[in-house]
């Protein structure tokens, strides 16, 4: 999606480069309904997840699971914490959550499927045209926001299809 002015709406305030629909859910959970993420822990090699670093850190130490990772290994694991935001921009229920969030805060929404695409935009604001409704929703949500979305080439989660134009 090429960085541009919008019809009527020249305050778009920040850029953001996406590369996943995780990063998408993030911005969208971010910026548009305020909630906080699921935080787990995970570590490097066996990726088993834990409620807490210090449930973590104990199950490294624990030698029913020490099995799980080669000893060589254990020395070297890194414990990550991972934050995780509803699915918003693939689950049209959630989607629909963000679009009660914006009814406060942005004009109408407008959404059409044509020609098996879905369109959407909010007030005067482009129109995002994505393969599913709840993506084009997501984007155009944000985009109403002042966030210009760009989504990395060649990110094989990236929609097929995505398109922006003036409504």
């Known amino acids: ?24 859910d993030a911005l969208v959970g971010r910026y548009l309904t305020g909630e906080e993420p699921q935080t787990h822990w995970e570590d490097s090699h066996a990726q088993l997840r834990f409620d807490s670093i210090e449930e973590a850190l104990e199950a490294l130490r624990d030698p029913y699971f020490q099995q799980f990772i080669p000893e060589e290994d254990r020395a070297r694991t890194i414990l990550r914490e991972v934050r995780e935001f509803p699915a918003y921009s693939s689950d049209l229920d959630l989607a629909w959550q963000v679009v009660e969030k914006m009814s406060n805060r942005a004009d109408a929404l407008l959404i059409v499927q044509e020609q098996g695409m879905w369109r959407a935009c ?46």
């Open 122 to 167: 909010f007030g005067t604001w482009p129109s995002v045209t994505a393969e599913t409704p709840a993506l084009a929703i997501c984007v155009a949500a944000l985009m109403a926001r002042g966030l210009d979305i760009d989504f990395a080439q060649g990110v094989e989660c990236a929609p097929k299809a995505l398109s922006v134009s003036s409504s």
């Open 1 to 24: 999606m090429p960085a541009s002015k919008h019809m009527g709406n020249e305050n778009v305030t920040e850029r953001h480069k996406v590369e996943s629909l995780a990063e998408l």
